[in-house]
């Protein structure tokens, strides 16, 4: 895992300016469990990369980084409580559950568009984001997505679900 990312880290130098490798791989190594989650996300297409440092706790933000929402994490609806809802042809599973598998988060809004600076990303596809408990509690949860030059952020009722909407994972370390 550690050869995969350090390759990454090499190609895409616009996503971590001025931070040099052996920083980045000094963490990995002394956080096992970190290392363990990105192989998670690796396996299910999400291309992990750093884009960066956590200004609140000095922690590298690792986050998906595929141009699409990972192949392995599409046609999910939001939670685990949306899942259970849905009686009527209920998706494999929800995003909040599946980040939790990896070991990891949904990306937030604020993150999602610091991505969206470092690339474009879904323009094809849409990604659930951390929705704020007021909306949760109504039913419904966020997405995001990019067009027309732009990322955009959309309602749906938490228990829908679509073949090209998935979930961007991230993790600090």
């Known amino acids: 895992m550690l050869n995969t990312l350090k390759t990454r880290f090499a190609a895409h130098p616009e996503r971590h300016a001025g931070l040099e490798w052996e920083t980045v791989e000094a963490r990995l190594i002394a956080n096992e469990s970190a290392l363990e989650t990105l192989r998670r996300m690796e396996e299910t297409g999400g291309e ?10 000095g922690k590298l933000i690792f986050c998906d980084c595929a141009k699409e ?9 939001y939670d685990e409580k949306a899942l259970h809802a849905r009686t009527k042809n209920p998706p494999a599973g929800s995003a909040a ?57 959309f309602h749906n009722g938490a228990d829908s679900y679509y073949s090209v909407r998935g979930f961007r994972a991230c993790i600090l370390v």
């Open 48 to 57: 992990p990369d750093t884009i960066g440092f956590d200004e609140k706790t």
């Open 69 to 77: 929402t990972p192949a392995g994490r599409r046609s999910l609806c």
């Open 97 to 153: 559950g599946m980040a939790e598998h990896l070991g990891a988060s949904l990306m937030g809004e604020a993150l999602y568009r610091k991505l969206q600076t470092l690339g474009e990303f879904d323009l094809k596809t849409s990604s659930w984001i951390l929705t704020p408990d007021a909306i949760r509690a109504q039913g419904g949860a966020l997405f995001c997505e990019r067009r027309y030059g732009a990322v955009f952020t």
